[in-house]
Structure formats: C-alpha cells, structure tokens
C-alpha cells in the first residue's frame, strides 16, 4: 500500500479572528512536522459570494492592485510566521474551486486548511462543510469556535500524521448527515 506523502500544507488567507485560528493550525501542523506552508489569497473573497474582482482598472492599475495586496498580505503574515522560512504566497487569479484544484495537482498543497467564521460561512459558493467533503485533497476547516475542527474523510485518515490525533475533531459527513 502506497503512503500518502506529505509535502506542504495550504491556507486559504482571511483576515478574522477566526481566520487566524486557521492559520495558526496550519502553521503548527508546518512547522512541526517542517513542511512547505503556502498561503493563497484571492483577487475576489472565496467566502464573499458577492465579491467581485475590480473590473474598471487598466493593466498598470490592476498590477499595481495586485501588488499592494501581495503587500498587505505578507505584512500581516509575516510577523506570525517568526523564524519559519519554507512559506510561499499565492496570488489566486478567482475564488473558483478550480483555482486551488490547480495548485493542488501542481504540488502546492497536500492538506488545505480553511477557517469557518461562522456556521452558515460558504467558501467558493459552496457551504463550508459542502466544500470541504467534496473537494479532493484533504481539507480541514478550523472554527468557528476556537479548537473546533471539521475534517473531510481524506484529512480525517491522516490525522495523526497532521498531529490532530490529541484533539477534538469530527468529521464533515457527520455534521451534514445532521442537517
């Protein structure tokens, strides 16, 4: 039998309260077990569905949005990360699913990391939960109360390999079952 290899851990940037407790998950499950942590954030809020790209910018405009979000987001990261070298920043072109499908089979991630803000959150259009237990790679979403974890069945095989094995968690399908 095969073992799943893990390489990098991927975190989807949002700027809450909530958002840090996922980041910080995803930081302790790098660190501890020194993999790659790369950080994606988005030219539109994958948990906004009414988000929606700047569209009257001309090119010079555009990029120079670009990179002072690029900015910001390095800023606010960048002091949590302490000494932790082995981080990328991700620019996702749109909050479509596809998007982190890409950066999945081109090896950014093995373990995609999510905050859940709120019980009703959606990521991508999709319900947290939803999102979570459809997606391929495993996914754990962090929230909305601290140390509160949903894990689909992909993370929920690893969890001792993610060191979560001492925590409480529970697996996605169980709280869609419950709906």
């Not at 070298?85 to 093995?110: I, Q, S």
């Amino acid at each position: 039998m095969a073992m799943f290899r893990l390489n990098s851990i991927g975190f989807c940037a949002h700027y809450s309260r909530e958002g840090d407790q996922a980041f910080n998950v995803a930081f302790r499950i790098a660190k501890s077990r020194n993999l790659q942590l790369n950080i994606f954030h988005f030219m539109e809020d994958p948990y906004d569905p009414e988000s929606c790209p700047p569209s009257n910018l001309d090119e010079r405009e555009l990029e120079k949005f670009i990179l002072e979000r690029e900015r910001d987001l390095r800023f606010y990261y960048d002091s949590r990360l302490e000494d932790y070298v082995d981080v990328g920043f991700r620019l996702c072109e749109n909050n479509e699913w596809t998007e982190l499908h890409r950066c999945l089979v081109k090896r950014e991630f093995d373990v995609l990391v999510l905050c859940n803000p709120h019980d009703d959150a959606t990521f991508v259009g999709k319900p947290l939960p939803v999102f979570a237990n459809s997606f391929v790679s495993p996914v754990i979403l962090v929230g909305p109360k601290p140390e509160e974890y949903l894990l689909n069945r992909q993370a929920a095989m690893l969890v001792d390999r993610l060191g979560l094995e001492n925590m409480e968690w529970r697996v996605v399908d169980s709280v869609l079952a419950a709906v």
